[in-house]
C-alpha cells in the first residue's frame, strides 16, 4: 500500500526550513528518500533501515520511527538547490524486503529566493 | 561514468504497435526495477528481478512483460500498447534488496496515440 506523504507542496524562502512526513499503514522494514528535478530521474538521498535511526548530513536529515510507521525528512536552511519533488520509498516486511520499494505521490518543494 | 542506461529516450507509439524499452546497468547489481511514473500518482513499480534469469510482478504488470538474459540488462516489453501506457518509464538498480539505495536511469518518455 502507497505510503502517504505530507505536505502535497510547500513554498519557502531561501534559508528557511522544512519538514516531510511519510507515513504507512503497514509495518516497515526500511524507508529510502529521494529527490527529483523537473525532467530527470530521481536522485537517491538516503535510507533508514532501523526504529529510531537518524541519518544525513548538516542540513538534509531524516528519522525513521519504527513504531508509529513513519518518517520524516528535515531541510535546514534551505538552499535554492533544494528545489524539486521529494519522494518516500518503503520497504514491508511481508515482501522479505526485496520486492521492491512502494513510493509516495511525494511532495513538491519550491525555494524563493 | 558508472550508471543506468535507458533506452530509446523518447518514443511515440500507436495503439497496438508493440516495443522494447532496453536498461543496461554497469554497476554489477544483482536488483533491477521498472517503474512507471504518471502526474500526481508517484513511482509505481511494473516488474522487478533479484537476479539473472529472474523476474517477478510488481504493482501494475497487466500489459507488460520483462526478460533478464543478461546480469546487466532488463527489458520491458510491451505487446500492443494502449493509451493508458503513456507514461515515462525509470528503470533503476540496487545492489541489495534490502538495505541499498536505488540507482535511477534518465528515463523514457513514451506516448501511446
Known amino acids: 500500500q502507497q505510503p502517504v506523504q505530507s505536505p502535497q507542496a510547500v513554498i519557502l524562502r531561501e534559508g528557511e526550513d522544512a519538514v516531510i512526513n511519510c507515513s504507512s499503514s503497514k509495518a516497515l522494514y526500511s524507508v529510502h528518500w529521494y529527490r527529483q528535478k523537473h525532467g530527470e530521474a530521481p536522485v537517491f538521498l538516503m535510507i533508514?533501515?532501523?526504529?529510531?535511526e537518524q541519518k544525513g548530513h548538516e542540513k538534509i536529515s531524516a528519522s525513521f520511527n519504527e513504531k508509529k510507521q513513519q518518517s520524516s525528512l528535515y531541510l535546514t536552511a534551505s538552499q535554492l538547490s533544494y528545489s524539486g519533488t521529494y519522494f518516500c520509498?518503503?520497504?514491508?516486511?511481508?515482501?522479505?524486503?526485496?520486492?521492491?520499494?512502494?513510493f509516495g505521490k511525494g511532495t513538491h518543494l519550491i525555494i524563493q529566493p | 561514468n558508472a550508471g543506468v542506461t535507458q533506452t530509446p529516450k523518447f518514443r511515440v507509439l500507436k495503439t497496438g504497435q508493440s516495443m522494447t524499452l532496453l536498461c543496461a546497468q554497469d554497476?554489477?547489481?544483482?536488483?533491477m526495477y521498472w517503474y512507471r511514473q504518471d502526474p500526481g500518482m508517484g513511482l509505481r513499480l511494473i516488474h522487478y528481478?533479484?537476479?539473472?534469469?529472474?523476474?517477478a510482478k510488481g504493482e501494475v504488470p497487466d500489459g507488460y512483460n520483462v526478460s533478464r538474459l543478461k546480469k546487466q540488462n532488463f527489458l520491458l516489453g510491451l505487446e500492443s500498447a494502449a493509451p493508458s501506457q503513456t507514461s515515462v518509464y525509470f528503470c533503476?538498480?540496487?545492489?541489495?534488496?534490502?538495505?541499498?539505495?536505488?540507482?535511477f536511469g534518465s528515463g523514457t518518455r513514451l506516448t501511446v496515440v
Open positions: 520509498g518503503t520497504m514491508t516486511y511481508s515482501g522479505g524486503g526485496a520486492d521492491g520499494l512502494t
Open positions: 554497476m554489477n547489481h544483482e536488483y
Open positions: 533508514l533501515l532501523k526504529g529510531g
Open positions: 533503476a538498480s540496487s545492489y541489495s534488496g534490502q538495505g541499498g539505495g536505488y540507482t
Open positions: 528481478s533479484v537476479g539473472e534469469g529472474t523476474t
